[in-house]
């Protein structure tokens, strides 16, 4: 019997997530997973666009893969996620080890192309729907500690970088309830966080209820678990939800709130729809609302047009919020894109002295921020042995910081524990029980 899925997962959390959800799907289909790519009699890899070294690494797997196919000519091998969506019959002709490609929209069918596969058809399923949320299907999780449930799917927001939507379509939320009832089902199964994803995730709407109504039934449901949150959009960043936040203890006191860029001129030409004044505001207001709040971003270096001044005004920016941490990028122009066709006419050396500029700042502000919590108290999940050494247990800060505290026996994965953060970097805290 031919069905071990091997999957391979590329990008976002949000790839993740559908990774669960796809394996949900062929498990109900009599599919099993592969632990080993060897093993594995279907190869799928869910794939990401963001940026084109996102699609390089891709080919490059592809590249490595035809040595797979040659010593197994019946595996499958197809691709998923968002370069499938945007290359769509391209992979096809152009890497003939492809046998399938899928986008975010039509993972329903998967089964259906598999078995056409294996009559040695080509199958494709590109098509985006305004409707799917796969809101009836169940993922397929191993047990552990934090899962990624994803809330609603695609962007209406069409930053003028990003491919997001045109390779995962238009915004569409799940019920309400179906989250709800996930949520306790993995608080039964003893997990005790779980991070409500979305490109969007704050724009959540079901046509009755909004993102505030969600997280605090969500919070309601499971009071023993965390509950996060990724990608907050500025725009929809409202008072209602930082009140919501701020009421209930297991809502993390964590945004993830990307700005892009600090200039005014640049994020009217990436179609951010806020100015720098208004994020600030924002930024105050949360912190005045929610105390201890700490924020992540995402910052992108070199876009269209940008000068030194523009780039001085990211660095500004940094120093005002001081981030708890950034995702930084050298923009990357997506064919099809509003960006694309405004060049990209700021030289790579240029980008990247930008971007070491823009990751220096940020080490230093992450290192201040971690030195001034040197003497004070916090409560941490445990996740595990820390990755350097046996002797000591890793965990998380409500506000997603890495903590490493001496291995003690009576303490299990899983527990919440107070700790004294005594000596930090700017990437971990260490501390002791208190
Ligand atoms: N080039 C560089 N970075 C990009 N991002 C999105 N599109 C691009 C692009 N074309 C970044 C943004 C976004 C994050 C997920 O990826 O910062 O918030
Ligand atoms: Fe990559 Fe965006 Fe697709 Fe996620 S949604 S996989 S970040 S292109």
Known sequence: MKNNVYIETYGCQMNFADTELVMGILKSKGFDVAKEIDSADIILLNTCSIRDNAEQKIHSRLEHLKGVKRSNPNAVIGILGCMAERLRTDLIEEKKIVDLVV?????????EFIDAAYGGEKGIGVKLSRTETYNDITPYREDG?????????????FCTFCVVPFTRGRERSRSLESIVTEVAQLSDRNFKEVTLLGQNVNSYNDNEKDFSDLLVSCAVAAPEMRIRFSTSHPQDLSDKLLYTIAEHKNLCNYIHLPVQSGSNIIL???????????????????????SGVSFSTDIIAGFPTETEE??????????????????????????????????????????????NEIIDLQQQISWQINQELIGSEDTILIEGTSKKSDDFLAGRTDTNKICIIPRNEEIKIGDYVRVKINRTTSATLFGDLI
């Open 103 to 111: 986008g975010p929209d039509e993972y329903r069918r998967l089964p």
């Open 145 to 157: 500690l934090s899962a990624w449930i994803s809330v609603m799917r695609g962007c209406d927001k």
């Open 268 to 290: 009217e030409k990436m179609n951010r729809t806020y100015t720098i004044e208004h994020y600030l505001d924002i930024i105050d207001k949360a912190r005045k609302i929610i």
């Open 310 to 355: 523009d780039h001085k005004m990211t660095l500004d920016v940094m120093r005002k919020v001081r981030y708890d941490g950034a995702y930084m990028f050298k923009y990357s122009p997506r064919d099809g894109t509003k960006a694309y066709e405004m060049g990209d006419d700021v030289a790579e050396e240029i980008k990247a002295k930008r971007l």
